[in-house]
Structures are given as structure tokens and as C-alpha cells.
């Protein structure tokens, strides 16, 4: 492949990750947006979920750090809270609270934020050995440019056409790669569906003045098949707090004033209603539905044109309750980089591997819990998934008490550990050990107020690690 001109199609944080590590290896990169990026972090059409509870678990901040060495640092000055997981969370698993240990560590901040930081480091002038990133904001690609059977290039709505050794697709959920493929002549990828039926409805909050809590963000979990409802309570730059409330089956967040705060009331604890019902609401309340876990099998195809990959949602995209796509984006960049430093041929199908290696052990998360639910469609259900699922049962409880086992569960949601990371002797071993014990639960926590309406016995620390 020549490497003189790559074109990333979708200027979110997949193609904008993908963009840096190809300006490391091409010496020109376009990236192709068909939204124009504002100049201020606020909301964009392209990125409708960025409205909802974004977090970036560790391995996406360690992969971010690396591609853009400080940008935590400006998005801790620009108001990002680094959450510790569980030790800053009141945390309401579906074996009940969780005891805060010292864990792992989230960023939270508002997606426009995170976006922008990222996309400002992306475009400004190119340090030591890496390439100009041009960006071609409201231009929508339509199709791929032919050479043969293999892409050269991208056709865009304007009808105009831009020659590339290398297109990666980052165009998110939509993706028409399956289309575009077909038209050079190759079938459609297998897809994987597994669709909770979940939805969220979210709304932005002034933190109250004078709020003091021990805990910086509230997450209360559904216990599926029991309950369906989830609620999180996340902090954000500028003073604010971000609650998302999803339901699974159908049973979405709704967006009505009245129905929001009572959805809230309904979760499996008073917690996250008793912060919310005194603080002052600063946007309406925003719907999504789009969240089934989706899967295009593209590193299964035999056949593959030379001079295009896909990436980030548009190869697997997650029920994001879990909050995992951007780390995945972010470590299948990694493996595009990986891809490109090995010489040989056959590039694009190894990079395809990389991508459905990156996103493996967060679709074992993301479809073992969703498949908990009655109303989750998928194509079946294996009696292999429900064995697993007892078994994380048993660990998400002993998680609770024990804080080897509990860093090693969060872990696995952060990123950091594979799954079967689970099933390690020790781990075993303690699961074991606890369900002979079965400790005492640990005891619900006394939610906090602002200090006009606390009374003496309110900002309790119960659940705290002793
Ligand atoms: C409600 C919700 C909450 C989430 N919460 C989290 C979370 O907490 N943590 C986390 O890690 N992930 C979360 N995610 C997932 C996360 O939003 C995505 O994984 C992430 O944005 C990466 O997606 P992407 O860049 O592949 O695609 P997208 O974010 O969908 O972006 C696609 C981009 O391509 C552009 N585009 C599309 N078509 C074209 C075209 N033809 N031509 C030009 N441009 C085009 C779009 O305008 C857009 O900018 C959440 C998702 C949802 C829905």
C-alpha cells in the first residue's frame, strides 16, 4: 500500500483516534465530517448520544493519554472529574451495595468536552513525526471510490471524489459499509444482534451549592430479570451532574418532567431521586433508543478489498449502559497502528481482526448481562451464556465484600482485564469462600443533602471502605 494519502470517514471519537495513528503513517490524513464541528464544546447533530452519560474507563484514558500525551491534564482544567471506581461511587449492584475499595478509575465529563479536547490536540500543528490532519467538515461521503475491486478513494454527496491509498470507516451505528462493499461485488459481513430493548432518557443538573457528599457519582443497577430499571448520576465540568435513567424491555427513560423524577423514585434505591428532586434541572429531558448491541463480522469475510477498514461502532456497537464503546474505538486504534508498523501484505484483513479481537471481551460483558433480561432479542440464548451468568452472579456479590475480587470485576468493565479473567484460581478460590460465608450485606447508604436540607443524621458514609 502506498501510504501518501488516508481518508477517515466520521469525525467522532473512533475516526478522530484512527486519524491521529494514521497521521503517524501517511503523509497527508483527511478526515471527512459530515456535521461542522463547532469551535466551543457544545452538542453536535452527528453525535446525538452525546447528550447522555458518557465515561472513559481506564483503558480508553490510557489509550487517549498515549495518542495525545496531556490531554488529561487540559480536561482536568477544564472541570473533568476522575472518578474512582468503586471508591468514589455509591454503587447499587444487583447483589446489592458495594463496598467503595480502592479500584480502578473513570473520567467523566460531558461528551461535547472530551470530543473537542481531543479534536483540537488532532488538528493543531503536528508535532516532530506526524502528518497535517486536513479536516472536510460538512461533506457526506456516499459511497467508495473503485479501483477494481478494491477502494481508492471516497465518492461524496457533492458528487466531487477524493483519491486515498487508505479509507477507514468511522461513520458510528449507520455505517452503509455493508452496501458499499456490496456494490465492489462482495456479500454483506454476518451480523450479530442482541437488543435489550433499552432506552435512555438523561437531563443535566446544577450540582446543588453547598452539596457534600462522600461520593462523587451514583449508580444504581437493575437486577435483571427482576427489575429493569438503571439510573446513573455522573459529575461533569462546570459544576454539573449528568442522570441518565435506562429501562430494558421497552421500559424506557422517559422524558416527561413528572415520569422522569418518578422513574427515579423507582429505581432500586431512594438515592439517586433524594439528589436530583431539590437540584435545579439546566436542559430538558433527551431520549435515545439506538442501543442494541450490533455486530458486523467483517474479520469473517474471505474476500476483502485492498485500501479500506472499518472501525469503532460501525464494526460493533454496544449497549452502552456499560459504557465501553470509546475504549474499544480507542484500542482498536491501537491495532490499526499495530496493523501498520507489520509489513506485508493483507493488512486490511488483519486490522479487521484486531478490531473483533478490541471489541471481544466487552461484548461478553455487554450481551451476558443483557441477555439476563426476558424481553433481550437475540438469535438464542446458550445454555453456556446462563452457566456464566450464575457464576458472575456469585462474583458480582462477593465483588461486593471482597476487594481483590472487586478489583478484578471492575477491571474487566474498565477494560483492563479479559473476562475470563474471572475464572482465575483466585478468583475461584474467593468466590468460593464467599458463598460458605455469606457475609452481612453491606448496609445502604443515607443519602446526602445540600446543608439547607440536611438534618443531623444525613451525610451518612456507610458503604464506605473501613
Ligand atoms: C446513549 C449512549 C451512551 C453512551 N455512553 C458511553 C459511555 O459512557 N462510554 C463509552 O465509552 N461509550 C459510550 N457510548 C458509545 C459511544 O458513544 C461510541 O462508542 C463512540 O461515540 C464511538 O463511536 P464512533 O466514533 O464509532 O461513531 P459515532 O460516535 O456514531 O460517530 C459517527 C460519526 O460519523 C459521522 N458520519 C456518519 N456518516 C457519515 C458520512 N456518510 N459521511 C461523513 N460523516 C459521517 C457522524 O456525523 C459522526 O460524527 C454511548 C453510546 C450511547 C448511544
Redesign the pocket.
Known amino acids: 500500500m502506498k501510504r501518501e494519502h488516508a481518508v477517515v470517514?466520521?469525525?467522532?471519537?473512533?475516526?478522530l483516534l484512527a486519524a491521529r495513528v494514521l497521521s503517524a503513517h501517511f503523509d497527508r490524513v483527511t478526515l471527512?465530517?459530515?456535521?461542522r464541528f463547532p469551535d466551543e464544546p457544545v452538542f453536535r447533530a452527528?453525535?446525538p448520544?452525546a447528550r447522555?452519560?458518557?465515561?472513559?474507563?481506564n483503558r480508553?484514558r490510557e489509550v487517549v493519554e498515549v495518542l495525545f500525551p496531556g490531554l488529561e491534564d487540559t480536561l482536568g482544567m477544564a472541570g473533568a472529574v476522575v472518578v474512582g471506581v468503586p471508591a468514589d461511587v455509591l454503587w447499587l449492584t444487583s447483589a446489592g451495595w458495594r463496598r467503595r475499595f480502592d479500584g480502578t478509575e473513570m473520567l467523566s465529563c460531558s461528551r461535547p468536552l472530551l470530543d473537542w479536547a481531543v479534536r483540537r490536540r488532532l488538528t493543531e500543528a503536528p508535532d516532530g513525526d506526524r502528518a497535517k490532519v486536513d479536516v472536510l467538515e460538512g461533506?457526506?461521503?456516499?459511497g467508495l471510490l473503485a479501483q477494481g475491486r478494491d477502494v481508492a478513494g471516497v465518492v461524496l454527496g457533492s458528487g466531487g471524489e477524493l483519491p486515498a491509498d487508505l479509507v477507514v470507516d468511522?461513520?458510528?451505528?449507520?455505517s452503509?459499509a455493508p452496501s458499499w462493499l456490496a456494490a465492489l461485488g462482495y456479500p454483506a459481513p454476518p451480523e450479530t444482534r442482541v437488543d435489550p430493548l433499552l432506552g435512555?432518557a438523561s437531563r443535566y443538573y446544577a450540582i446543588p451549592p453547598g452539596f457534600d457528599a462522600d461520593w462523587k457519582a451514583l449508580y444504581i443497577q437493575a437486577d435483571p430479570p427482576a427489575t429493569r430499571r438503571t439510573g446513573g448520576l455522573f459529575p461533569l465540568e462546570g459544576g454539573r451532574w449528568l442522570c441518565s435513567l435506562s429501562g430494558a424491555g421497552r421500559d424506557y427513560g422517559p422524558t416527561g418532567e413528572d415520569a422522569f423524577l418518578e422513574f427515579a423514585k423507582g429505581l432500586r434505591s431512594p438515592v439517586l431521586y433524594e439528589a436530583i428532586r431539590d437540584a435545579e434541572p439546566l436542559t430538558p429531558i433527551t431520549a435515545?433508543r439506538?442501543?442494541a448491541n450490533h455486530r458486523r463480522h467483517y474479520e469473517r469475510l474471505r474476500a476483502w478489498p485492498r485500501g479500506f477498514v472499518v472501525t469503532?461502532?460501525?464494526a460493533c456497537?454496544f449497549n452502552?449502559i456499560y459504557?465501553?464503546?470509546?475504549?474499544v474505538?480507542a484500542v482498536a486504534a491501537l491495532a490499526l497502528d499495530r496493523c501498520l508498523r507489520e509489513p506485508g501484505p493483507g493488512f486490511e484483513r488483519r486490522f479487521q481482526r484486531g478490531v473483533a479481537r478490541s471489541a471481544a471481551g466487552a461484548w461478553l460483558v455487554a450481551t451476558g448481562e443483557d441477555l439476563r433480561y426476558r424481553e433481550t432479542e437475540a438469535a438464542h440464548v446458550r445454555l453456556r451464556t446462563r452457566v456464566i451468568n450464575a457464576y458472575v452472579d456469585e462474583v458480582v456479590a462477593t465483588a461486593n465484600v471482597d476487594r481483590h475480587v472487586c478489583r478484578r470485576l471492575v477491571d474487566v468493565l474498565a477494560l483492563m482485564a479479559a473476562p475470563t479473567s474471572l475464572f482465575a484460581p483466585a478468583v475461584l478460590a474467593r468466590v468460593a469462600a464467599n458463598r460458605v460465608r455469606r457475609p452481612a450485606p453491606v448496609p445502604m447508604p443515607v443519602p446526602s443533602r445540600p446543608p439547607h436540607d440536611r438534618n443531623a443524621e444525613t451525610s451518612g458514609r456507610p458503604g464506605r471502605d473501613p
Do not use: C, N
Open positions: 470517514v466520521g469525525g467522532s471519537m473512533a475516526g471527512i465530517e459530515r456535521d452527528g453525535v448520544q447522555h452519560v458518557h465515561v472513559l474507563w480508553g461533506h457526506h461521503v456516499t468511522a461513520t458510528g451505528r449507520g452503509r435512555y435515545f439506538r442501543t469503532g461502532d460501525a456497537a452502552p459504557g465501553q464503546g470509546m475504549s474505538a
